[in-house]
């Protein structure tokens, strides 16, 4: 799977700016998929100029259009790609211990929100004459022959966290600010169920919850009782066979969004899982079902 981040950061095709793990970039998709599966071990945030694509996760899907910002938390998501237009935004990438370091220096005080958010890993950002002006005066940067100094930079990033946990707009971003803020640690549980369907490798995962790989294994195994391994297979196959019993998804499509690396490799687990062969399986759910 490709790390946007890392494939942005590492390149020279994409009009950028970076601090550390802190990146602008005026991002247009070299990627010709229909449809393929991302990943970034950072937040990112989106203000789409021209085109649209749209996000899928586990929950729902979010439909990026020209005029659309969106928050994108750190993790993995199925992009579906449209040609009738290019498809230009401006990403700006955030790491949780930034956005933690900018609540601790202006010792932020969160207003208390009646409202409670089961936010999933995609939050559209409502646009106000500020926001807009913010994702603007970021644009405004790239014709310039030289690129701004590193700590006016830093200061383009604070602003854009200090603007959405203070405005009152985006109440759902800054409760996702609170919750990065007030966890020790990110949590490991959380990470996987809400990304196992991808086919991320085990050091990706890690990276992911910020472990290196071999805390990762030592906590998974303590947390879930079985090897990081043997818990993605059971998780995806679950999620497969879901799929088959409830979905009008082809066999490839099914693969594919539950994170199987080929069609051999799942036919064998399957079957092995299951008793069956997942096209045979599929004929009995379709039999039953009519």
Same mark, same amino acid.
């Given at each position: 799977m490709i790390n946007v981040h890392d494939l942005i950061s590492n390149s020279r095709m994409f009009k950028k700016f970076q601090v550390d793990e802190l990146l602008f970039c005026e991002y247009k998709c070299p990627i010709e998929q229909k449809e393929l599966s991302l990943w970034s071990h950072t937040n990112g945030f989106l203000y789409v100029i021209s085109g649209k694509k749209k996000y899928k996760t586990m929950r729902g899907e979010y439909m990026a259009e020209e005029g659309h910002a969106l928050l994108i938390k750190k993790g993995a *998501? %199925?992009? /579906? $790609?449209?040609? /009738?237009?290019?498809?230009?935004? &401006?990403?700006?990438?955030?790491?949780?211990?930034?956005?933690?370091?900018?609540?601790?220096?202006?010792?932020? #005080?969160?207003?208390?929100?009646? *409202?409670?958010?089961?936010?999933?890993?995609?939050?559209?950002?409502? @646009?106000?004459? %500020? @926001?807009?002006?913010?994702?603007?005066? %970021?644009f405004s940067y790239f014709p310039k022959p030289d690129p701004p100094p590193k700590n006016l930079l830093k200061l383009k990033f604070e602003e854009l966290i200090l603007n959405l946990i203070s405005n009152n707009n985006n109440p759902e971003a800054a409760e996702y600010f609170k919750e990065i803020f007030t966890s020790n640690k990110v949590s490991i549980k959380e990470i996987m169920e809400e990304n196992f369907p991808?086919?991320?490798?085990?050091?990706?995962?890690?990276? &992911?919850?910020?472990?290196?790989?071999?805390?990762?294994?030592?906590?998974? $195994? *303590?947390i879930?009782?079985?090897?990081?391994?043997?818990?993605?297979?059971?998780?995806? @196959? #679950? +999620?497969?066979?879901? @799929? %088959?019993?409830? =979905? =009008?998804?082809?066999?490839? #499509?099914?693969?594919?969004?539950?994170?199987?690396?080929? $069609?051999? +490799?799942?036919?064998?687990?399957?079957?092995?899982?299951?008793?069956?062969?997942?096209?045979?399986?599929?004929?009995?759910? #379709?039999?039953?079902? +009519?």
């Open positions: *998501n %199925i992009v /579906e $790609q449209y040609y /009738e237009k290019v498809y230009c935004m &401006l990403v700006i990438f955030v790491p949780d211990d930034f956005i933690k370091s900018v609540i601790e220096k202006y010792k932020i #005080e969160f207003v208390k929100n009646k *409202n409670k958010f089961d936010s999933d890993k995609i939050i559209y950002l409502n @646009l106000d004459e %500020i @926001l807009s002006t913010y994702f603007m005066s %970021i991808f086919n991320l490798r085990l050091d990706e995962y890690a990276r &992911l919850c910020c472990r290196s790989l071999s805390s990762f294994k030592r906590e998974f $195994q *303590n879930f009782g079985v090897s990081p391994g043997k818990w993605l297979t059971q998780k995806r @196959l #679950e +999620h497969a066979k879901y @799929l %088959i019993e409830y =979905s =009008s998804k082809t066999m490839d #499509e099914i693969i594919f969004y539950s994170g199987f690396k080929n $069609q051999s +490799h799942f036919i064998k687990v399957f079957k092995e899982k299951f008793g069956t062969t997942p096209s045979r399986f599929k004929r009995k759910s #379709e039999a039953i079902n +009519h």
